[in-house]
């Protein structure tokens, strides 16, 4: 019955280094977002709402739940590896053999993100 992934929910500890982490380094783009009644954001991979982000909650102590991380179909390696270089963005990048490249990094709020990228792209 499930057809496809919809979003992911994350707290944010700090909004604007969140929403510039999410749109500078990562690529997403802040959309349209409904009155709901607390504050937040959606963040757009295209025309689809991909993250929703909320603001002025706190953490729990210690953090719920038991997603490990959050991974997104990334394209532009070397693009998005000069990025997280020209800003000093620590991040760990692998390449599986006869795999994907991956580059792991964790967002401001220490939220754990995964980009994968085509195995045929290069870093040259």
Known sequence: MIVG??????IAKDPKTTLDFYEHMIGLKVGPRPDLGFPGAWLYAGDTAVLHLYFERPIPNPPAGVIDHMAFTAKDLKAVKSVFDDAG?????????NGPWQLFCQDPSGAKIELNFSPLESLE
Do not use: D, E, I, V
């Open 5 to 10: 992934m919809n979003h992911f929910t994350a």
């Open 89 to 97: 963005y620590p991040y760990k990048l692998q390449h599986r053999p």
